[in-house]
């Protein structure tokens, strides 16, 4: 009991998958906690494990200074929030948005006299309260508000800030879930060369999953060359050799019955690149093309 005592207390809004995931895992800590949900029935199963169930989301804000929600989207926290008493409460805001819709919460939640955090959940709920899975949340806005709080953020999760710009760890979020996409596009590619030859998916899963393992850190010479401006710094394939490969892997893709709509776009801009005279560089000012 004294230890239960000497928790932070938290209150959590939103009980869908992942709201009641991370509930769980401060129930589990020992951390005084009181929940709300929209459907008052998804808040059973945590009321018999020790959760204090509000009526209201006006009761369970005023419960606690520390308020975490995890909604479907900004438009709901909206909904939830509309009628709160927010003065000088911590609001760590753990439901995806966009930068800008970031920003204006933390502008939104100071006019009402709060302190504000944003989160982007870099998991998925079964990683929730597993830290040998490497689930992990970015966040961003008030330093000082992470700091005094860090030990109970860590709980659920691991914790990377990202700086005072709130809309800093929605930005991180959507810039590794893109190039996540990116990943999955190439795989999706990949097996469909193979897809209609008697090649098991399951012998070319390993060697696919360790050749992106192998080739992921390029990433570390993009982000330098993208410092010193040098693109052709440490360069081993320059852009003119590897654009003119390209038409083995398109021929090859249309030898194979595969659309090439996955990896044309991409060729299409090594290409463009190369014609501004850029064959002795890497493959870095591709992004200056994406770039407006
Ligand atoms: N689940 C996942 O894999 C991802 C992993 C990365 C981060 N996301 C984000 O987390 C937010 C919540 O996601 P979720 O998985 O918990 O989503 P649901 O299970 O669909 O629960 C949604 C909750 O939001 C409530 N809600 C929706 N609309 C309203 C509204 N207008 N007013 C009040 N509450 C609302 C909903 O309530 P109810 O339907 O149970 O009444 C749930 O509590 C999300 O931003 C993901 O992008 C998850």
Same mark, same amino acid.
């Given at each position: 009991?004294?230890?239960?005592?000497?928790?932070?207390?938290?209150?959590?809004?939103?009980?869908?998958?992942?709201?009641?995931?991370?509930?769980?895992?401060?129930?589990?800590?020992?951390?005084?906690?009181?929940?709300?949900?929209?459907?008052?029935?998804?808040?059973?199963?945590?009321?018999?494990?020790?959760?204090?169930?509000?009526?209201?989301?006006?009761?369970?804000?005023?419960?606690?200074?520390?308020? =975490?929600?995890? %909604? @479907?989207? /900004?438009?709901? $926290?909206?909904?939830?929030? !509309?009628?709160?008493?927010? *003065? &000088?409460?911590?609001?760590?805001?753990?439901?995806?948005?966009?930068?800008?819709?970031?920003?204006?919460?933390?502008?939104?939640?100071?006019?009402?006299?709060?302190?504000?955090?944003?989160?982007?959940?870099?998991?998925?709920?079964?990683?929730?309260?597993?830290?040998?899975?490497?689930?992990?949340?970015?966040?961003?806005?008030?330093?000082?508000?992470?700091?005094?709080?860090?030990?109970?953020?860590?709980?659920?999760?691991?914790?990377?800030?990202?700086?005072?710009?709130?809309?800093?760890?929605?930005?991180?979020?959507?810039?590794?879930?893109?190039?996540?996409?990116?990943?999955?596009?190439?795989?999706?590619?990949?097996?469909?060369?193979?897809?209609?030859?008697?090649?098991?998916?399951?012998? =070319?899963?390993? %060697? @696919?999953? /360790?050749?992106? $393992?192998?080739?992921?850190? !390029?990433?570390?010479?993009? *982000? &330098?060359?993208?410092?010193?401006?040098?693109?052709?710094?440490?360069?081993?394939?320059?852009?003119?050799?590897?654009?003119?490969?390209?038409?083995?892997?398109?021929?090859?893709?249309?030898?194979?019955?595969?659309?090439?709509?996955?990896?044309?776009?991409?060729?299409?801009?090594?290409?463009?690149?190369?014609?501004?005279?850029?064959?002795?560089?890497?493959?870095?000012?591709?992004?200056?093309?994406?770039?407006?």
């Amino acid at each position: 009991a004294q230890n239960t005592v000497e928790k932070t207390p938290v209150t959590m809004l939103g009980l869908g998958a992942m709201g009641t995931a991370l509930a769980r895992t401060w129930l589990a800590a020992g951390h005084p906690l009181t929940v709300w949900n929209r459907t008052p029935a998804r808040a059973a199963a945590l009321a018999t494990e020790g959760a204090r169930v509000a009526d209201t989301a006006v009761e369970a804000v005023a419960a606690n200074t520390l308020i =975490l929600l995890c %909604l @479907l989207d /900004d438009t709901s $926290v909206d909904e939830v929030l !509309a009628g709160t008493d927010l *003065a &000088d409460r911590d609001l760590v805001n753990l439901t995806t948005s966009t930068p800008a819709q970031a920003r204006a919460r933390a502008a939104w939640a100071r006019e009402r006299g709060a302190r504000y955090l944003d989160g982007g959940i870099m998991a998925v709920p079964p990683m929730i309260g597993v830290p040998e899975t490497g689930g992990y949340v970015f966040y961003s806005g008030s330093r000082e508000l992470f700091e005094r709080h860090q030990e109970t953020l860590s709980v659920p999760a691991g914790t990377t800030y990202v700086g005072e710009d709130a809309g800093f760890a929605a930005l991180h979020d959507v810039a590794l879930l893109s190039a996540m996409y990116g990943m999955f596009a190439g795989a999706a590619h990949a097996f469909a060369l193979i897809r209609k030859e008697n090649i098991d998916p399951a012998a =070319l899963a390993p %060697l @696919l999953a /360790d050749w992106l $393992v192998a080739m992921a850190p !390029a990433v570390h010479q993009t *982000a &330098d060359q993208l410092r010193s401006g040098d693109y052709t710094k440490g360069v081993v394939s320059n852009l003119a050799m590897q654009v003119a490969g390209t038409p083995t892997f398109l021929s090859t893709t249309e030898q194979q019955g595969v659309s090439p709509e996955l990896l044309s776009p991409y060729f299409e801009l090594m290409s463009r690149r190369l014609a501004e005279g850029s064959g002795e560089e890497d493959l870095t000012g591709v992004i200056d093309l994406l770039v407006n």
